[in-house]
């Protein structure tokens, strides 16, 4: 049976882009559909104007501390429009370079969406034309979304709205309390929004390690974001002139812009899945097997919308790990073990591996712990603190976990975790000599457990 394309791709992300334009440089004739923007999540509406705007709002402070250096700042307010121009521009930019990628590649691009007719055929839906493929990939990512509430849930953004505000609101809520609403309340904050959070647990950024969390929790406070735990929305309406909120904690207020940062889902919604005999999971999800295959053979799917590990690197992995295994005649699994990441709250959070508590569940731990005032902030009397800390096996030795809140912990997760992936052990931590002074040497300084469990 011939076919118009060995490989079609449903989703111009990341992982779909890197996928479509590898498999074309080794001959594959390859198709992609995209309904919205070339880059999807991660370029146009995440990761990359998501620490744009981290960047600008961590200035305010910068300069602060330059006053107390002995510099003369002169600096006014912030320009959110000319801010907003330029990021747009960046992302103009982006997704030019993903098209460039992709036509360099010889793969043949669909400005439209795209739903399965079968398991070989795909429906453009732009102009009702259909494609046929001996190999389907779903890479569709995910969305926002607003909670399923009594009240009107719809007068809230979600997180792709805020990249496209006329101007900064003067007052803020953001519902929710993950690495999402964590991230935008240090970022609007910074940019001299009075920013409150609600989140209905009993602290924010759940699945982290608790004392990472807590440290990171009480900065953004000390930083001036009223957070409130044990807090929900109880009902919402358009009132004296912005949105007024009633909380489960008993305050109303009165809010320019409201922010649900409650969860994503995968989009799989309307794909025409049920054509094709694919299965999905409770939470909307692709299920497929380490191969990223679905149950019906000629359809695979990667990242956000597997719900496995959604994070770029690992979809742009899972699409370099599909390639191979496809069209490369060589069988490859991805690891989705000891991962590392960062929130880019304020301050940043960098984590691999297991916390404190995963472990301690786990087996008998170590566990070396420092927090200090950095030598920076120290200098000028800041209250400013940051956290080192390293989860030890008993048995083994093993690091099993490194956990860093401090400026720049992204930077310094990114190596500890080479080390950590390739099972290092506390002593070997401690035989290598340290970087002073730095915030990092205590990583290899830390001689005694602070605790055991």
Not at 26 to 35: F, I, P, Q, T, Y
Not at 266 to 294: A, H
Request: hydrophobic share 40%.
């Amino acid at each position: 049976m011939s076919f118009d394309y060995d490989l079609f791709v449903i989703g111009g992300g990341s992982g779909g882009v890197r996928a479509a334009r590898v498999a074309a440089a080794g001959g594959a004739k390859v198709g992609l559909a995209e309904e919205s923007r070339l880059g999807g999540t991660c370029v146009i509406r995440g990761c990359v104007p998501k620490k744009l705007m981290v960047f600008a709002s961590s200035y305010r402070e910068t300069m602060n501390e330059a006053l107390d250096y002995g510099w003369t700042v002169h600096a006014g307010n912030f320009d959110w429009t000319k801010f907003a121009v330029r990021l747009n521009a960046e992302l103009d930019r982006l997704e030019n370079v993903y098209q460039g990628l992709l036509s360099n590649s010889g793969v043949e691009t669909f400005a439209s969406r795209a739903t399965l007719v079968d398991a070989h055929t795909i429906k453009l839906e732009a102009d009702g034309t259909t494609k046929s493929a001996k190999h389907i990939l779903i890479a569709t990512g995910g969305r926002p979304v607003r909670p399923d509430a009594q009240y009107d849930a719809s007068l809230g953004m979600v997180s792709d709205d805020i990249f496209n505000l006329p101007e900064l609101p003067r007052k803020m809520l953001i519902v929710g309390g993950g690495y999402i609403a964590c991230e935008f309340a240090g970022v609007m904050n910074g940019l001299g929004v009075d920013v409150t959070q609600f989140y209905r647990g009993a602290q924010i950024l759940r699945g982290f390690d608790d004392e990472a969390r807590g440290l990171v929790a009480d900065q953004m406070c000390a930083n001036g974001v009223d957070i409130h735990c044990g807090t929900d929305v109880l009902d919402m309406q358009e009132r004296d002139g912005g949105i007024w909120v009633k909380a489960s904690n008993g305050s109303e207020g009165v809010f320019d812009k409201v922010l649900f940062a409650t969860g994503r889902t995968p989009n799989t919604d309307g794909l025409g899945l049920e054509n094709t005999g694919v299965q999905l999971g409770r939470r909307g999800e692709i299920i497929v097997d380490d191969y990223s295959q679905t149950g019906q053979p000629s359809i695979y799917a990667i990242g956000d919308v597997t719900n496995r590990v959604n994070l770029t690197p690992v979809a742009i992995r899972e699409g370099m790990a599909f390639v191979e295994t496809v069209f490369n005649g060589n069988p490859t699994k991805v690891d989705h073990e000891l991962i590392p990441s960062a929130v880019f709250t304020q301050p940043e959070m960098g984590t691999i591996g297991l916390s404190e508590e995963e472990a301690r569940d786990q087996e008998p731990i170590h566990v070396y712990a420092t927090s200090f005032k950095p030598m920076q902030q120290s200098f000028i009397g800041r209250e400013a603190r940051v956290m080192m800390k390293l989860v030890v096996s008993q048995k083994t030795d093993v690091v099993l976990g490194c956990h860093i809140v401090a400026p720049a912990a992204g930077e310094m997760i990114q190596l500890a975790g080479v080390a950590i992936k390739m099972g290092a052990t506390k002593a070997q931590f401690d035989q290598v000599c340290a970087v002073h002074p730095t915030m990092s040497e205590e990583l290899v300084t830390m001689k005694t457990p602070t605790r055991s469990a």
